[in-house]
C-alpha cells in the first residue's frame, strides 16, 4: 500500500465493501449454530437431524457456486453480486416462517444456493481491482470476514435471541444484508467503467498485466470442459475439497462442542468463541500478507503462496492435542490456532486462482473448486452427526470428537502434498492453451 498516497485509495475502498459483505454472510450462515439449542427443543431435532440440515446447506452451497461462478462471468461482478446477496438476504429472513423441519431446511437450501455467490464474485473483484502483489493482502482482509462475523455471532445472536426471540432473530440479521446491497448498487463498477477512479491508481492497478506472470495476460474465457483438464483448476479443487469440510465443522460444531464438552452456555454471549474467531481474523490477513511479502522480495507468486500453504499445514497439527487438555481455554487456544491456521490456506487458495487462472474464468474456477469444497461439507457432516449420536449414546461423545480432530489435523498435509504434485510441472495456462487450444 506503499503507493497510495500517489495513486489513491478507492481499490481500498472497494475491498472494505467485499470484507463486510463476507461479514454479513457468515453472521448469516452460522446463526444456526447459536440457536441450535433452542430449535433443537422447537423442532425435536437430533444430531442427526441437524446434520441432515447441515448437509441441505452444504449441498445446496455446492450447487450454487456452480451456478454463480458461471453466472458472475457472464454479467460480470456488479450484477452477480447483487443478484446473491438480494437473495440470501430474503432466504436468511425467511427462516422466521418455518414451520416444520422440512420448511426449515428449504429455507436452509435457498441461503446456501444464493449464498455461494460472495467468493466467486469477491475474488473476480479482487482480480480487477488490485496488481498481483496486493492481492494476497486484499484476499486476507476481505476474507477475514469469514472470522469477523463468527465473532460478531457469538455476542449478537445471543442478545438478539433473549431480548426477541429466535425468528426475530434471522429477520434482524437477514436485513443486513439490503442496506450493503444499497451502498454496493451506488459506489460499485469495474475500474474501467469507475468514474471516482483516479488515472494512476487505475494503471496502478493494470501495472502487471504484462509482467508474463501466469494469468496476467489478457485471454477468452474458457469453457467449463477445457478448465477441468488444466492442472491449474485441479489445484484449486484439491484445496477446497480437503480442507472446506474442516471450516464448516467448527463453523457448525464449536458452539455445540463447547456446550457438551465444558457446559458452555449458548444462551449467553460467549468469550471463548470470540477469542477464537478474533484469532483466526489474523490468520487470514497475516496469511495474505506473508505470501504478498515474498513476492514483494521477488518470489514466483505460486512458489509464495505454497510456501504459506506448507507452513499452514504444521500448524494445524496442534489439534491432535485437544483430547489431552481439560481445560476450555487450553482448548480455545488450540482451536484457535487451527482456525487461524486455516484462514491462512482459505486466503492463499482464492490468491492462487487469481495468480494461475485468467481473470475472465476465475470465477468459474472458484465455483468449480467452491462446489468440489462443498460437496465434501456436503457429506462430512452426515459422519459427524453419526459419530456423535453414536458416542452420545454411549456417554463419550468427546470420543467422537477425537476422532473428528485427527480428521482436521491430517486433512491439510494431504491436500498440500498432492497440490505439490500437481503443480511440479505445470505450464502456464495461455502455454497450454496455445498449444492444445
Sequence with gaps: MSNNSRTGNYRWFICGLLFFATTINYIDRQIIGFLKPVLEVEFNWTETDYGRIVMVFSACYALGFLVFG?????????????????????????????????????????????EAGNFPAAVKVIAEWFPQKERGVATGIFNSGTSIGPIIAPILIPWLLASFGWKEAF?????????????????????????????????????????????AAEVKKIRWARLLTL??????????????????????????????????????????????????????IAGGYLSS??????????????????????????????????????????IAIVAAAHQAWSTNMLTVVSDIIPKESVS????????????????????????????????NIG???????????????????????????????????????
Excluded at 197 to 214: C, P, Q
Excluded at 238 to 257: N, R
Excluded at 415 to 437: C, S
Design 70 to 114: 458461471n453466472f458472475i462471468d457472464r454479467l460480470g461482478s456488479k450484477i452477480g453480486y447483487a443478484i446473491s446477496v438480494t437473495i440470501w438476504s430474503v432466504a436468511a429472513i425467511l427462516h422466521a416462517a418455518a414451520k416444520s423441519t422440512f420448511g426449515f431446511g428449504l429455507f436452509r437450501g435457498l441461503l446456501g444456493v444464493s
Design 293 to 334: 511479502y515474498l513476492l514483494k522480495k521477488g518470489w514466483p507468486a505460486l512458489k509464495a503462496r505454497k510456501l504459506v500453504l506448507l507452513i499452514v499445514a504444521i500448524l494445524v497439527l496442534p489439534i491432535l492435542l485437544a483430547r489431552y487438555a481439560t481445560d476450555i481455554w487450553v482448548v480455545v487456544f488450540i
Design 231 to 284: 492442472k491449474q483448476t485441479w489445484v484449486f479443487i484439491v484445496g477446497k475439497l480437503f480442507t472446506d469440510p474442516i471450516w464448516w465443522f467448527f463453523l457448525f460444531w464449536l458452539p455445540s462442542y463447547f456446550a457438551s464438552t465444558f457446559d458452555l452456555d449458548l444462551k449467553k454471549p460467549s468469550l471463548h468463541l470470540a477469542v477464537v474467531y478474533t484469532l483466526t481474523t489474523f490468520g487470514s
Design 171 to 215: 429477520i434482524i440479521t437477514g436485513a443486513l444484508g439490503f442496506v450493503w446491497l444499497a451502498i454496493w448498487w451506488i459506489y460499485y463498477e469495474i475500474p474501467e467503467k469507475q468514474k471516482r477512479l483516479s488515472a494512476g491508481e487505475f494503471n496502478y492497478i493494470h501495472s502487471d498485466v504484462k509482467t508474463g506472470e501466469a494469468g
Design 364 to 395: 468459474s474456477v472458484v465455483g468449480i473448486g467452491g462446489m468440489a469444497g462443498s460437496l465434501g461439507s456436503t457429506f462430512f457432516p452426515l459422519l459427524v452427526g453419526t459419530l456423535l449420536d453414536h458416542y452420545k449414546l454411549m456417554g
Design 399 to 437: 470420543a467422537g470428537y477425537n476422532i473428528l480432530f485427527t480428521i482436521c489435523g491430517l486433512s491439510y498435509f494431504v491436500a498440500w502434498v498432492i497440490i505439490q504434485l500437481l503443480t511440479r510441472r505445470m505450464k502456464p495456462v495461455e502455454e497450454v492453451l496455445a498449444k492444445f487450444p
